[in-house]
Nanobody, 125 residues
Framework: QVQLVESGGGLVQPGGSLRLACAGS????????MGWFRQAPGKEREFVAAIHWSGSTYYTDSVKGRFTISRDNAQNTMYLQMNSLKPEDTAVYYCAGDRDQTGGIRIGIMEYDYWGQGTQVTVSS
């Protein structure tokens, strides 16, 4: 069974940086499109970024130029480097895996088959 485990969350001041990691096990994670989603208090879970098994990436507009998604297939690990953090980036961040290999990056929550338990990111002074 596929398991995804996030790490790297924490408290950071506005303008600071954090690097999230998502370690996968139990399946051919390297063949999945991997994504990051986030959910702020009182809001719906939303797409943040994704990286296709081929290496192509896609970001939601609000994080473009600040966040960078990457993956290390040898380690079955995905990363999200978050720079210039803002208070509105505060949320629980989830990694997710989409095992469909027939198309490009998908951003819908329902498209993803596997989910981690989340890691809290708080941006505050």
């Amino acid at each position: 069974q596929v398991q995804l485990v996030e790490s790297g969350g924490g408290l950071v001041q506005p303008g600071g940086s954090l690097r999230l990691a998502c370690a996968g096990s139990g399946g051919t994670v390297r063949t999945y499109t991997m994504g990051w989603f986030r959910q702020a208090p009182g809001k719906e879970r939303e797409f943040v970024a994704a990286i296709h098994w081929s290496g192509s990436t896609y970001y939601t507009d609000s994080v473009k130029g600040r966040f960078t998604i990457s993956r290390d297939n040898a380690q079955n690990t995905m990363y999200l480097q978050m720079n210039s953090l803002k208070p509105e980036d505060t949320a629980v961040y989830y990694c997710a895996g989409d095992r469909d290999q027939t198309g490009g990056i998908r951003i819908g929550i329902m498209e993803y088959d596997y989910w981690g338990q989340g890691t809290q990111v708080t941006v505050s002074s």
